[in-house]
């Protein structure tokens, strides 16, 4: 099993649709996750980081389910400039960081 | 936040010859920083962990002796790309952990021909 798995896509989606991307991890010892987004060839950047009790940052929500070791991440209201792939990193320790495989989304007009 | 800076961001060189990419850490002290690889609509593959003042930590099917890394600052890791050749054409990240997150370096585009 691998440490992060993601669903690759691709989602393709209108201008203001709702999307939700998941990812499990699968070393219950991790510490701290976070998404990241990928613009082509570009490196990848911290989109925000996810706690236990859910946060949100404008049209983004993030979870996190200890228990059944899973993350996700909700886009409300889609954006065309919110195509990009999206990454899900895990901490396991010492800020050894891994990486989901990404979710490649499109946004349409 | 953080500021990881990476040289050169792209460089193209002939077989056989040796590529070295420098991650450096511009506003933090980093004592571990990471080296990645991706190749086309792939995702990010560990390669390393530099460690200040020690030797590199490779991961399975790394080859140490190709993919030469030193970490001699808090400021400062090195990747050197030794013989290179065409397979090895990729993208290459560094990237160092500062207040929980892992910031990143702009990449490096090399190009083995």
């Known amino acids: 099993r691998k440490e992060v798995e993601q669903d690759p896509g691709p989602f393709n989606v209108p201008e203001g649709a709702t999307v939700a991307f998941n990812c499990t991890y699968s070393?219950?010892?991790?510490?701290?996750f976070f998404w990241y987004r990928q613009d082509c060839r570009k490196e990848p950047k911290l989109l925000m980081s996810?706690?236990?009790s859910g946060n949100e940052d404008g049209r983004f929500t993030a979870q996190l389910n200890r228990a059944s070791q899973y993350i996700s991440l909700l886009i409300r209201d889609s954006k065309l400039s919110d195509s990009a792939t999206y990454l899900c990193?895990?901490?396991?320790?010492?800020?050894?960081?891994?990486f989901g495989a990404g979710t490649r989304l499109t946004v349409k007009p | 936040g953080a500021v990881v800076s990476q040289h050169p961001s792209w460089v193209i060189c002939k077989s056989g010859t040796s590529v070295k990419i420098e991650c450096r850490s511009l506003d933090f002290q980093a004592t571990t920083m990471f080296w990645y690889r991706q190749f086309p609509k792939q995702s990010l593959m560990l390669m390393a962990t530099?460690?200040?003042?020690?030797?590199?930590?490779?991961e399975q099917g790394v080859e140490k002796d190709k993919f030469l890394i030193n970490h001699a600052s808090l400021t400062l890791s090195t990747l050197t790309v030794t013989s290179a050749h065409p397979e090895d054409s990729s993208f290459y990240i560094c990237?160092?952990?500062?207040?929980?997150?892992?910031?990143f370096g702009q990449g490096t585009r090399l190009t083995v021909v």
């Open positions: 990237s160092a952990s500062a207040g929980g997150g892992a910031f």
């Open positions: 990193v895990v901490n396991l320790h010492n800020n050894d960081m891994r």
């Open positions: 996810v706690y236990s």
């Open positions: 070393n219950s010892a991790s510490q701290s």
């Open positions: 530099s460690n200040e003042g020690s030797k590199a930590t490779y």
